[in-house]
C-alpha cells in the first residue's frame, strides 16, 4: 500500500478514537454546571450527589482524551513533514493559543473540581466547574479554526516556493474567523453537547430499568432530555449554515456529499442511495431538485457538479462522502424524532412507563458518536484531494523519508495501546456507572428506594 494512504489512515484512526472523548468531555461538562447551578439553587442534595458522580465520569474522559490527543502532535512531524512546514505558523498559532486560551484554563480549575468538594465553598466549586466547561469549548474553537482554515483558507500570504513553501499570517483574526470557521464550530459544540447528554439519559435510563436509585436517575433523565431536545433541534440550523457554506467556498465537497455529477443542472437531494462515479449515477430515495431549493430557494437553479471540476481535483471516494454525509444526517433526524417523542410522554405523564423507550435511550448513546465520527470522515474525505483547499495536495504533505513499513509498524503499536486504552475506559466506565451516584452505595440505595415508595 502506498506510503501516502497508510499515513492517512494512521492519522484518520487515531484522530478518530481521540475524538470519542472531548466531545463527551464538553457535553457532560454542560451537564455538571446544570446541575451544580440547580444545587446552589435550590439546596436539593439530589443534584450534588448527580454532580459529584458525573465529575467522576467526566475525569475518566478527560483523561483518556489528553492522552490520545498528544499521538497527533507528533504525527504531524514525523508523517507530514511537508504539510507541517507549509502550514506551521498558522497551526502553531492555533494550538499555542489553545494552550493559552483553553488548555491553561481547564487544568487550572480541574484540581478543584476534582478533589474541592468539601474543601471549598459551594460557590467557588460552581465557578470552578464553569471554567473547567469553558475551557473545554475554547479547546474546540481553536482545533476547529485550524482545521477550518484548511477547509477555507484566509488571513494570510505564501512566502517562498515549491517544497519550501509556506503560509504566513498576514491577519491572525481573518484567519480565526475565515469563511467556514464559526459555522463549523457551532456544529461541533452541537454535537459534543448532545454526546454528553445520551450518556446521561443512556446511564439513568438503565438505571430505571434496573430499578435502581430510580427517583434521582429521573432528575437527572429530565435535565438531559431538555438539553438533548433543544440541541438536536438546533443541530438542523447550525447543519444548514454549514451547508451553505460548503455550497459557496467548497462546490465540489458538496458535490460529492450529494452525488451530483452534472456539470451545471438542478441538483436532487437524496435521502438515502448509493453513487457510482464511474457511471456518474446515484441510485436511491430523492428529491428532486431539492438541493438546488436548499441552497438557492429555487428547485430549477443550476450547482455545479463533480464534472465542473478537473478530475484531478475531484474527491476520489465519492460513495464514501455520499455515505457519511448521509449516515450524519439520518441519524441527525432520528435524533430529534427520539428527543420529541420523549418530551411528548413527558408532557403526557408517560414517560418512564415506556420500558421500549428506556431501552432505546440506553442504546441511543451511541448515536451522536457515530454522527461526529461520520461528520468529520465526510468533510476531510470531502475536501480532497487537498490538504489545504486549493492550494497544498494531500499527495504533497506527507513525508518522504518515512518509509510505508515504518508506518505500518508505529499503527499496529497504535491500535494494540489504544485497543488497551479503550477496555480501561469502558473497565472504568461500568465500574462507576456500577457503582452508582452514591459514595456509600447499600445504605443510600436503601433511603432511595424509601424515597420511591414515598414517592408514589
Not at 461538562?29 to 446552589?40: Q, R
Not at 494570510?156 to 459555522?183: C, K, L, Q
Not at 458535490?255 to 456518474?280: I, R, T, V
Request: glycine letters at 8%.
Amino acid at each position: 500500500m502506498e506510503t501516502e494512504i497508510l499515513a492517512r489512515i494512521q492519522f484518520a484512526f487515531t484522530i478518530g478514537f481521540h475524538y470519542i472523548y472531548p466531545p463527551l468531555s464538553i457535553g457532560i461538562g454542560l451537564i455538571m454546571v446544570m446541575l451544580e447551578s440547580l444545587y446552589l439553587r435550590t439546596k436539593n442534595k439530589d443534584y450534588h450527589v448527580l454532580a459529584r458522580f458525573w465529575t467522576k465520569i467526566f475525569g475518566l474522559t478527560f483523561g483518556i482524551g489528553v492522552v490520545t490527543g498528544i499521538v497527533m502532535e507528533f504525527e504531524f512531524g514525523t508523517n507530514w513533514a511537508t504539510y507541517s512546514r507549509y502550514v506551521g505558523d498558522i497551526f502553531g498559532s492555533a494550538l499555542a493559543a489553545e494552550g493559552i486560551f483553553a488548555f491553561a484554563l481547564e487544568s487550572g480549575f480541574l484540581g478543584i473540581l476534582l478533589f474541592g468538594w468539601n474543601r471549598v465553598p459551594p460557590w467557588v466549586h460552581l465557578m470552578s466547574t464553569i471554567g473547567v466547561f469553558l475551557g473545554s469549548m475554547f479547546s474546540a474553537v481553536w482545533i476547529v479554526v485550524a482545521n477550518s482554515w484548511q477547509q477555507t483558507p484566509a488571513g494570510f500570504h505564501i512566502v517562498g516556493e515549491g517544497f519550501n513553501a509556506r503560509a504566513e499570517i498576514t491577519d491572525f483574526w481573518a484567519m480565526v474567523f475565515n469563511p467556514s470557521s464559526m459555522d463549523r464550530l457551532t456544529h461541533v459544540w452541537l454535537g459534543a453537547f448532545l454526546s454528553g447528554a445520551f450518556l446521561v439519559l443512556s446511564v439513568h435510563a438503565y438505571y430505571i430499568l434496573k430499578n435502581r436509585y430510580v427517583a434521582i436517575s429521573k432528575k437527572a433523565f429530565k435535565i438531559a432530555l431538555v438539553v438533548a431536545t433543544v440541541f438536536s433541534l438546533a443541530q438542523l440550523f447550525t447543519g444548514s449554515r454549514s451547508a451553505e457554506g460548503v455550497a459557496k467556498n467548497q462546490p465540489a465537497k458538496l458535490a460529492a456529499m450529494e452525488g451530483h455529477f452534472a456539470e451545471n443542472a438542478p441538483a436532487d437531494m437524496y435521502l438515502f442511495g448509493w453513487a457510482n462515479k464511474e457511471k456518474q449515477t446515484v441510485t436511491g430515495l430523492k428529491i428532486p431538485g431539492g438541493l438546488s431549493f436548499l441552497t438557492f430557494g429555487d428547485f430549477k437553479k443550476p450547482i455545479k457538479g463533480l464534472n465542473s471540476f478537473p478530475k484531478d481535483e475531484q474527491p476520489g471516494q465519492v460513495n464514501a462522502v455520499f455515505q457519511f454525509y448521509h449516515l450524519m444526517i439520518i441519524i441527525g433526524m432520528t435524533l430529534i424524532g427520539l428527543t420529541l417523542f420523549a418530551v411528548f410522554m413527558w408532557w403526557k405523564g408517560k414517560l418512564f412507563n415506556k420500558k421500549w423507550l428506556l431501552v432505546v435511550f440506553v442504546f441511543a448513546t451511541f448515536l451522536p458518536q457515530i454522527a461526529n465520527q461520520v461528520g468529520w470522515f465526510a468533510a476531510e474525505m470531502g475536501r480532497q484531494p487537498w490538504v489545504v483547499y486549493g492550494l497544498l495536495r494531500t499527495d504533497q504533505a506527507f513525508s518522504q523519508a518515512v518509509s510505508s513499513n515504518q508506518i505500518v509498524f508505529s499503527l499496529i503499536l497504535f491500535l494494540l495501546v489504544y485497543a488497551l486504552l479503550f477496555v480501561l475506559f469502558l473497565y472504568l466506565l461500568n465500574k462507576k456507572i456500577k457503582h452508582g451516584p452514591y459514595d456509600e452505595d447499600p445504605k443510600n440505595e436503601i433511603q432511595e428506594e424509601i424515597n420511591v415508595i414515598t414517592a408514589k
